[in-house]
């Protein structure tokens, strides 16, 4: 077994290290930002329910897909793709390349956004500590002040940065490993905590009717198109995120395990963020549906309302910048792993030369909102599903039976039913929803 640092390109110790890290991944600002926004926004349960189909009909299929291309290439995205479609004989370089620029794209836009909006989650657990003053007017006025002060803004961009950059660094062991093995429990106890909390102090009811209590009647064409798009986001599909980790990895057996597991916890946290967000929502009386400001306007607002808000707000803020931090870390790795593997570039000089192209990139976002909302749209709505739609395509179509059955073959058994229909979902019914995405990005429904 390869010791993960020393020679060759490292690799996770364990199993558990491998989920962990992957589920470190998926559970981000996805989870515990956006995911109770959006229920918020189109009503709740039946929303949810729609959610948890596109989870299984679009982010299953795919996680497997990333997982075993990673698996059986062995190396970052680009010649991952590339060994397995030479190793199938298949014309794969339009895909590979198309897959490979994506997911570089992808790593570089995403992370610079996502480290404004998690540095602001930096600023609040300063602000909860009180190493950083709130505007004296109220939660609102708060967030205005830092989102609307560039410097700011860039100023705890550069720390978060920082903090994701030591860790890539580090090594997949040292590093990406060994920080999720930490930072993964203690995201899993604090929300843990925070569940109990509500569950003493009232609101639970509310929330768990609002969050699984369908009406259908607020079901709408536009809400199955953003939950589809969500499933991706969240789970960190189509930019090859999976496909860097797999490539860890070192056996097919436990790939279907793994992803089982991820999409799990993946799923669990969200819901119990969600359960959590909204009780205190509920128990004061406020709005579900406030929108991207919900976390840090609406929450901060209450916390300061109830009995040890203090506290509570440290907690779900230290939550946020946690589950950021793990999946930071997965979008830097992508851009890394293809610095190392196809460069030739040395881990450290990868991870904080490229680390720095991001942080200047993410400058425009924190000194302008629009250019923070262009970059997410330009990248959830278009790069993530196209760079999903010809990954499945790929591993549906160019990939040898093999290669792409490995992780069942590996089932006790021989799991031939589930490659079976594994390998029809991945083929059509995939693609088909992803195109859907696609063309409703395009604005054309
Ligand atoms: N899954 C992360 C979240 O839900 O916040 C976001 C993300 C991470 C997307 C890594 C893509 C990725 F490669």
Redesign the pocket.
């Known amino acids: 077994m390869s010791d993960g640092e020393s020679g060759g390109r490292g690799g996770f110790r364990t199993d558990l290290g491998f989920v962990l890290a992957a589920a470190g991944?998926?559970?981000?600002?996805?989870?515990i930002w956006?995911f109770p926004y959006i229920t918020g926004e189109y009503g709740g349960g039946a929303f949810v329910l729609i959610y948890l189909a596109c989870i299984a009909l679009v982010g299953l299929p795919l996680l497997y897909a990333e997982m075993i291309i990673g698996r059986r290439g062995g190396k970052d995205v680009l010649d991952s793709m590339s060994a397995l479609t030479a190793h199938a004989g298949t014309p794969g370089k339009l895909a590979t390349w198309g897959v490979g620029l994506l997911a570089v794209g992808?790593?570089l836009f995403?992370l610079s956004f996502?480290a404004v909006v998690a540095g602001w989650a930096v600023h609040f657990v300063a602000i909860s500590v009180g190493l950083a003053a709130a505007d004296a007017s109220g939660s609102e006025a708060t967030f205005t002040a830092l989102a609307g002060n560039g410097g700011l803004s860039a100023w705890w961009h550069t720390i978060f940065m920082g903090l994701v950059v030591f860790v890539v660094a580090g090594g997949v062991q040292s590093g990406i490993e060994r920080a999720c093995k930490i930072l993964m429990p203690a995201l899993m106890t604090i929300l843990l905590i925070l569940l109990a909390y509500v569950g003493i102090t009232g609101g639970l009811g509310a929330s768990l009717a609002f969050l699984f209590r369908p009406d259908f009647s607020k079901v709408s064409g536009e809400a199955i198109l953003e939950a589809l798009g969500h499933a991706f986001?969240?789970?960190?599909?189509?930019?090859g995120?999976m496909v860097t980790y797999g490539s860890y990895l070192q056996s097919d057996r436990h790939v279907v395990r793994d992803q089982l597991a991820v999409a799990f916890l993946?799923t669990a946290i969200a819901l119990v963020a969600g359960l959590v967000i909204f009780a205190v929502v509920f128990s004061m009386g406020a709005e579900p549906g406030a929108g991207p400001g919900l976390v840090f306007i609406t929450l901060p607002d209450l916390f300061a309302r109830i009995p040890g808000g203090a506290f509570v707000a440290l907690a779900f803020f230290v939550l946020l910048v946690v589950?950021?931090w793990s999946?930071g870390i997965?979008?830097l790795e992508?851009v890394v792993a293809l610095g190392i593997d196809r460069f030739g570039w040395s881990r450290r000089t990868a991870a904080i030369g490229i680390g720095v192209l991001i942080w200047a990139l993410g400058l425009p976002s924190a000194f302008s909102g629009e250019f923070l909302d262009f970059m997410d749209n330009l990248t959830t709505r278009y790069m993530?599903p196209i760079g999903g739609f010809l990954i499945a395509l790929s591993a549906g179509w160019l990939l040898g039976k093999e290669d792409r059955e490995a992780g069942f073959t590996a089932l006790p058994g021989g799991g031939a039913i589930l490659a079976v229909g594994w390998t029809f979902t991945i083929r059509f019914v995939t693609p088909a929803l992803v195109l859907l995405v696609i063309l409703n990005g395009l604005g054309l429904f």
């Open positions: 991944s998926a559970v981000g600002l996805g989870n956006k992808s790593g995403i996502y986001f969240t789970l960190s599909l189509g930019m995120a993946d589950a950021a999946s997965s979008l992508v993530l």
